[in-house]
């Protein structure tokens, strides 16, 4: 199959298709203490893509939600963001979607309201580290009220794991850039005199010999340096698959705050 034509939406709506991820994501969620984002109105999500996870959270987490803005770059996302945003919220709420670099984003307009929260949900990946810390140091100077939150669900690698993560295990095999894990993340906050106050963890895992196409397409969409093709991909998970090894996710879903 020629990857090029496969939209990214296509492409990772269907790796969350495979195995239990939207299934652990939900439980997850549940398990967020409900009066913690009770009183958040406005959302601003970095990189929704086609919405659903985000939105999922939103869902059970922000009954009062008034304002939604998505920040999102991949123009093949933002049908399927709008129709998920209807799917998911309620009708009285104010959405603003801007198709825009998050790191080249103003931030809400000077009439606006601040925003309670800010989502990062399996973002961090496409900043470079001084785009995230410009991007940390916005949320917290600019963009979140004095007592704004900011979410971020990263998956883990290196550490605080028994597993590597599978697609940064062929990320290695290839030569290319591994995914920045969420230990990395924290830390970076933490220098930042952030505070980490909440953790809820998740682990789920595919199985590799079920990986299709479009699965392929997407670990290649996301690689940095990009791929002439899919050909190393491939191998490099049927090495992944000839050695036994689980396709392991591991992470975790944190939310940040100003020290007091
Ligand atoms: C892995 S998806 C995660 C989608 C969603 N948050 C979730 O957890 O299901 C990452 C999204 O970030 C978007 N993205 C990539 N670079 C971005 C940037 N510079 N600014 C905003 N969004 C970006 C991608 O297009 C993609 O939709």
Redesign the pocket.
């Known amino acids: 199959m020629e990857t090029g034509i496969t939209s990214?939406?296509e492409a990772?709506s269907e790796i969350?298709k495979l195995g239990n991820v939207s299934e652990v994501y939900e439980k997850m969620f549940d398990e967020v203490d409900k009066s913690y984002l009770e009183n958040v109105q406005h959302v601003i999500?970095?990189?929704?893509?086609?919405?659903?996870?985000?939105l999922a959270f939103l869902k059970k987490l922000t009954p009062n939600l008034k304002h939604f803005t998505a920040?999102?770059?991949?123009e093949s996302?933002l049908g399927e963001l709008s129709k998920n945003v209807e799917k998911f919220l309620p009708r009285d709420v104010n959405i603003k979607i801007y198709q825009?670099?998050?790191?080249?984003?103003a931030g809400p307009s000077p009439e606006e309201a601040k925003a309670d929260l800010v989502?990062?949900?399996?973002?961090t990946?496409?900043?470079n580290k001084k785009?995230r810390i410009d991007i940390y140091k916005k949320c917290f100077n600019n963009w979140l009220k004095a007592d704004g939150k900011l979410f971020i669900?990263n998956n883990k690698d290196i550490h605080g794991t028994t597993t590597t993560n599978f697609m940064n295990d062929i990320y290695r095999e290839t030569g290319r850039k591994p995914q920045v894990e969420s230990f990395i993340i924290k830390q970076e906050l933490n220098k930042l005199g952030y505070i980490i106050d909440k953790v809820y963890d998740y682990e789920h895992y595919h199985d590799l010999k079920l990986l299709n196409d479009l699965v392929v397409a997407f670990i290649v969409k996301?690689a940095d340096p990009p791929y002439e093709n899919d050909k190393m991909v491939r191998k490099a998970l049927k090495k992944l698959v000839d050695e036994n090894k689980q396709g392991y996710t591991y992470g975790d879903l944190f939310s940040v705050i100003r020290k007091t």
């Open positions: 990214y939406t990772f969350r999500s970095i990189g929704p893509g086609p919405g659903f996870n985000d920040i999102e770059t991949d996302c825009k670099g998050a790191q080249y984003w989502l990062m949900f399996h973002a990946y496409y900043f785009e669900m996301v």
